[in-house]
């Protein structure tokens, strides 16, 4: 089939290459440019992989505004889309014979939205999956093709899942696009009464708020690792977090304190009662290393408070 395929992060890589592989991909869309933290203009993920494969590609400030002409000049069979970040008009989900396909981060109806992979770690799912589903004017609410599953393992990060689900997504479109090809596809309608919604974690939900229980805070960590990074602060400086591990030592003591300080070891008390041991962090203005490391040259002592 002739596909155009929409995405901008490295997200739908593996997917863009399988289609690759099996159908003629017409055109990749991907959001514009941006800006970098330096003044440099930054490359998506997708307009590199097409720049690097010769792939014709388009960038619509608005597509449902800039790109409907465009797009059905390609004459597409189908199209598809992992993480692009526009919302589509009907116009646009109308160009192709056999519509619009979205591989979705989630075992929908629940995690529909924006951050269906990182609420996933965030809310301590023990399982997720791909969705294949058509896409409709709704968010995530169209008819479900096929979905894929995998367990999510006790510490895994909210990056080493993204991973995970890419190739994953990968698997699933082409098993999907395969099934519409030959005709074979059903379109099961969703639960409504079953769907949960994500939206875009925020810039209050980054700091760690050491009155709450263990288990929340270390899903925080995992859910935000590698970015945009929990944090915390230490005598009135930020320290990013990015790995924690439950303790197997009691302790007592006030949410946030120190309970355990050595040359490898820090150990920070939670709301729960239970104390969590900081493995990896990044103090300002330095790389991200391992405690030990960290604790070189530096000196916390048992009965600091961080969060304050």
């Known amino acids: 089939m002739k596909v155009i395929f929409l995405g901008t992060p490295d997200f739908g890589i593996p997917a863009l290459t399988a289609i690759m592989k099996y159908h003629q991909v017409v055109g990749c869309v991907c959001q514009p440019d941006k800006i ?10 997708v307009k ?4 690097e494969h010769n792939l014709p590609l388009y960038q619509f400030e608005k597509i449902s505004r800039d790109g409907v002409d465009v797009l059905k000049n390609l004459s597409p069979d189908i199209m598809v889309t992992a993480a692009y ?14 519509g619009i396909i979205n591989i979705h981060g989630s075992l929908l109806p629940e995690l529909r939205g924006a951050s ?32 894929k599953s995998l367990d999510i393992a006790p510490y895994e990060t909210n990056g080493e899942l993204f991973e995970r689900l890419s190739l994953l997504g990968a698997e ?14 059903r379109y099961v309608a969703q639960n409504e009464e079953l769907a949960t919604f994500t939206a875009k974690i925020t810039a209050e939900q980054e700091k760690i708020d050491w009155s709450r229980p263990s288990e929340e805070i270390i899903n925080l960590v995992r859910a935000l690792n590698p970015r945009p990074v929990a944090w ?5 400086k ?53 405690i030990a490391s960290y604790l070189c040259g530096r000196k916390f002592q048992v009965g600091d408070i961080l969060g304050e």
């Open 232 to 236: 915390t602060t230490y005598k009135g």
């Open 238 to 290: 930020r320290i990013k977090i990015y790995t924690l591990r439950l303790c197997n030592k009691d302790f007592d003591g006030r949410y946030g304190t120190v309970v355990e300080c050595g040359k490898k070891s820090l150990a920070v008390m939670c709301g729960d009662g239970r104390a969590v041991n900081v493995i990896e962090l990044q103090a300002e203005n330095s790389k991200k290393t391992d």
């Open 85 to 98: 970040g526009q919302i589509l008009s009907q116009e646009v989900i109308d160009i192709a014979p056999h």
């Open 116 to 147: 269906p992979i990182q609420y996933a770690v965030l809310l301590g799912f023990k399982t997720t999956g791909i969705t294949i589903l058509k896409t409709v004017r709704k968010v995530d609410a169209g008819e479900i093709i096929l979905q």
């Open 172 to 185: 699933a479109v082409t098993e999907a696009l395969n099934l519409i090809e030959t005709g074979r596809a």
């Open 48 to 51: 590199k992989f097409a720049l």
């Open 36 to 45: 970098g933290s330096r003044g440099k203009i930054e490359f998506c993920a």
